[in-house]
Every structure is written in structure tokens, then in C-alpha cells.
């Protein structure tokens, strides 16, 4: 098991930051701070070299973990703990599966630090947010589908983290049940709708990893909240 796969089994609560909106260094301050397990870098759009570097240059004063979630090649800031590579499961364009990937290789080659980079299968629910009308994401699986995805990701594909995304709204719990049942041997991640400890407790009981995003730009106590509420919920297994 490499280096950055043993950081993130240790990982149950997660803010994610996106480099194209504004926050201050007050919360900042308070994220970084806050008990969270790490902090992932990315976003579906407006995401730029520029925004990123500054981004990471205010986190690292903190000394949190922090991750980037790679969308795009042009952005790609060097500093990071790890890289997240997301492959989109639920689209037709392939493209978002290996597309990207491949062109990313061709571009960057030789300084690819392959040792800090995990691949992410990811099933994207939400058909109203970005991500889902950026990689044409087939949103209107069943939970069986969405689990036959997890079960390709986890057990043909062997990648180390599958990520359920609702990003903007909370997930169908049977269909959340279904897929932590699909998965075996990868860390599942889930990302959407987290808007407090309620949430978070009901999240935190189904996936290991907890992403908690936009919240943090509405009411950053209620973001807050969350890190005691996912640290104090216990993973449920049959």
C-alpha cells in the first residue's frame, strides 16, 4: 500500500475548497483548524492555475493534509499531498474515463509523481449539478445500477477510492445503502448535500470518507458542526 492510500484510510471527514470562490482568512483559518482530516482542492469549473496556487499556498500556512482533485490538466499545481484522478463511471463519453487521462500522460510524461496520485471511480447522482452537466454523467440510475458501477470500480477496476457525488443535494439513502454493501476493498467517499450534523451523522454511518463543500460558503458553523458529528458516528457494517 503506498504512501498517500495509507493517509486516506485514515481519513472520515473532509472539507472540500473550491479555488474559484471567495473565502476569507477568518474561516480559513477555522476549516484548516477545525479537527477536519484533510482538505481537497477542486471544482467542476473556473478552476485555474492561478486560483489553485493561491489556494493551497493559504492552506499549507495551516499544515492540514490537503489533496487536489484534478479537472482540469492546465490547473495542475505542484505541493499537494496527494492527487485525486476522478473517472467518471456513470457517463458515455469517455473522455471523463480515460480521455483526459491519457491526454494528461502525453502532456506531463516524465513528471507525474505517480507515487501521490489515487484514481477515484466516480458515480455522479445529481443530474442539476455542474459535474453532471460537465461529463454528461447518466445520473437516472437505479441503486442496483449505481452498485453494479462500485462493483466495477472496487473489484474489476481495483481503484482505491469510489465516490458517490450528489454535490448540491443529499443522496437516496437506499441507493447510498446499496452501494457501501458494492464495496469491498476501496474507501468509499461521499460527497453531497451535507448541510449540518444531521447529515453528517447519517452520511458518516454509510461511507467511510465524508466530503463536506458547499456549506462552508453559506454557514460556516453549521460546516463546522460537521467534523464532530462524522467523528462521533461509527461506520455501519451488517
Known amino acids: 500500500m503506498t504512501v498517500v492510500r495509507q493517509m486516506i484510510e485514515s481519513w472520515r471527514h473532509v472539507f472540500k475548497l473550491d479555488p474559484d470562490r471567495d473565502i476569507s482568512e477568518e474561516e480559513l483559518r477555522a476549516v484548516c483548524q ?13 478552476v485555474t492555475y492561478e486560483n489553485t496556487s493561491l489556494l493551497l499556498s493559504r492552506i499549507q500556512d495551516y499544515g492540514v493534509p490537503c489533496a487536489l482533485e484534478v479537472s482540469d490538466l492546465t490547473a495542475v499545481v505542484p505541493g499537494f ?9 456513470n457517463t458515455p463519453d469517455p473522455a471523463w474515463i480515460i480521455g483526459h487521462h491519457r491526454r494528461g500522460v502525453e502532456r506531463y510524461g516524465d513528471f507525474i509523481p505517480w507515487e501521490l496520485l489515487l484514481a477515484e471511480g466516480y ?55 446499496t452501494v457501501r454493501d458494492a464495496v469491498s476493498h476501496a474507501r468509499l467517499f461521499y460527497g453531497g448535500g451535507v448541510a449540518g450534523p444531521e447529515q453528517a451523522q447519517l452520511a458518516a454511518s454509510l461511507a467511510d470518507t465524508v466530503v463536506v463543500g458547499n456549506i462552508v460558503y453559506s454557514d460556516i458553523e453549521r460546516a463546522l458542526s460537521t467534523v464532530e458529528a462524522v467523528k462521533q458516528t461509527a461506520l455501519f457494517k451488517e
Open 34 to 46: 477545525s479537527g477536519t482530516d484533510a482538505i481537497l482542492v477542486g471544482g467542476s469549473t473556473g
Open 123 to 177: 458515480i455522479v447522482l445529481n443530474e442539476n449539478s455542474a459535474v453532471a452537466r460537465l461529463t454528461g454523467a447518466d445520473t437516472g440510475l437505479s441503486a442496483d445500477e449505481a452498485a453494479a458501477c462500485a462493483h466495477v470500480a472496487d473489484k474489476l477496476m481495483a481503484l482505491p477510492i469510489v465516490y458517490l457525488e450528489y454535490s448540491g443535494s443529499f443522496g437516496d439513502v437506499e441507493t447510498m445503502k
Open 81 to 89: 499531498d496527494a492527487y485525486m484522478i476522478p473517472m467518471v463511471l
